[in-house]
């Protein structure tokens, strides 16, 4: 199997603080994690790229000071939404992609984020 | 640019009905196509992934079509069930995308089964 968590699967919090969001790999090495933004009734958005130990690549328009992603092993990524603003509310979904594998990504069940 | 469309938006039919879920794609070059299902607040997750030399599979109620030439794919889906309400997403890799531009995701085609 390969399976890919999400923790925690709903988080509301104020605005201006952060907000930490994890992705796992549970039975599977993933070299590289790709975390998506989902509007309602929208296709997924690819935010940034991340691979183990190397700083994340990121998107046009997406800002990395304030989706920190960090990468620091084989199994774990996480998205730290900083200064949290109304505007961030949305649906996170992480990918995981095996070690030694060209394109299959594997998506985790997602995290909705609300800023109130 | 890299494009996929999927038709219809979304679709509602009747439990036990068949449908069929359209997806045409601009990407290259072409390595893979890929259908998912999203449920209402849940990850995608992987129906059937097709390459350039497969016009053709199933993975039990769901049939995935791919004519490489005309660079569409269809999903049909037999005897549809509640359970098949969701979000169908179809997915075209370029092929040597290793990298983050990998997928180009089409905007999905929301399912409604009512009994």
């Known amino acids: 199997g390969a399976v890919v968590s999400q923790h925690p699967s709903r988080v509301i919090c104020k605005s201006g603080t952060s907000v930490k969001i994890e992705c796992r790999s549970l039975?599977?090495?993933?070299?590289?994690m790709f975390w998506y933004r989902q509007f309602p009734k929208k296709s997924l958005m690819l935010m940034a790229t991340?691979?183990?130990?190397?700083?994340?690549?990121?998107e046009q328009g997406v800002e990395k000071d304030k989706f920190l992603i960090n990468h620091a092993s084989l199994t774990l990524s996480t998205l730290t939404v900083t200064s949290a603003h109304p505007e961030d509310s949305s649906f996170y979904i992480c990918?995981?992609?095996?070690?030694?594998?060209?394109?299959?990504?594997?998506f985790g069940p997602g995290t909705r984020l609300t800023v109130t | 640019k890299n494009q996929v469309e999927q038709s219809p938006q979304s679709l509602i039919i009747l439990e036990g009905k068949n449908c069929t879920l359209q997806?045409?794609?601009?990407?290259?070059?072409?390595?893979?196509l890929r259908w998912y299902k999203q449920d209402t607040g849940r990850g995608p997750v992987s129906l059937t992934i097709?390459?350039?030399?497969?016009n053709t599979k199933s993975n039990g109620r769901y049939t995935a079509t791919l004519d490489a030439d005309t660079k569409q794919s269809s999903l049909h889906i037999t005897a549809s069930q509640l359970s098949d309400s969701a979000s169908y997403i179809c997915?075209?890799?370029?092929?040597?995308?290793?990298?983050?531009?990998?997928?180009?995701f089409g905007s999905g085609t929301r399912l409604q089964v009512q009994p």
């Open positions: 991340s691979n183990e130990g190397s700083k994340a690549t990121y």
């Open positions: 097709m390459t350039f030399s497969e």
């Open positions: 039975d599977f090495q993933a070299t590289t």
């Open positions: 997915v075209v890799s370029a092929e040597g995308g290793t990298g983050r531009r990998a997928l180009t």
């Open positions: 990918s995981a992609r095996k070690a030694g594998a060209t394109y299959e990504q594997y």
């Open positions: 997806c045409n794609y601009t990407v290259s070059p072409f390595s893979n």
